[in-house]
């Protein structure tokens, strides 16, 4: 079991970079796959990326491929976001979640752990 906190959420102008945390406050996320899931307002969770937990695969949403970067140090009980060319439409809620699966992570269902979410604001 692993609890999840994420940090690093803020107001960014468009085009601008940002890098959010997820680190594990009880337990370590070293042995789960880790997520990253978005909430815009008024609409669905969408997934964002993923990462194994060996880091040996990424995967990542087609709306952010080639702008965002999943990264894990599991040394430091810690996963990363780094957001970059951001857009309006980035705006949202960012949780991340802990999986024990390999395959199939982009979907929510495999997700048994969740942080509270980082709100992540950009700026026209």
């Known amino acids: 079991q692993v609890q999840l906190v994420e940090s690093g959420g803020g107001l960014v102008q468009a085009g601008g970079s940002l890098r959010i945390s997820c680190a594990a406050s009880a337990g370590t996320i070293s042995t789960y796959s880790v997520g990253w899931f978005r909430q815009p307002p008024g609409k669905e969770r969408e997934f964002v990326a993923a990462i194994t937990y060996n880091s040996k695969n990424t995967y990542y949403g087609d709306s952010v491929k080639g702008r965002f970067t999943i990264s894990r140090e599991n040394a430091k009980n810690t996963a990363f976001l780094q957001m970059n060319s951001l857009k309006p439409d980035d705006t949202a809620v960012y949780y991340c979640?802990?999986?024990?699966?390999?395959?199939?992570?982009?979907?929510?269902?495999?997700?048994?752990?969740w942080g509270q979410g980082t709100q992540v604001t950009v700026s026209s």
């Open positions: 979640a802990g999986s024990g699966a390999l395959i199939g992570l982009m979907s929510d269902r495999l997700y048994a752990y």
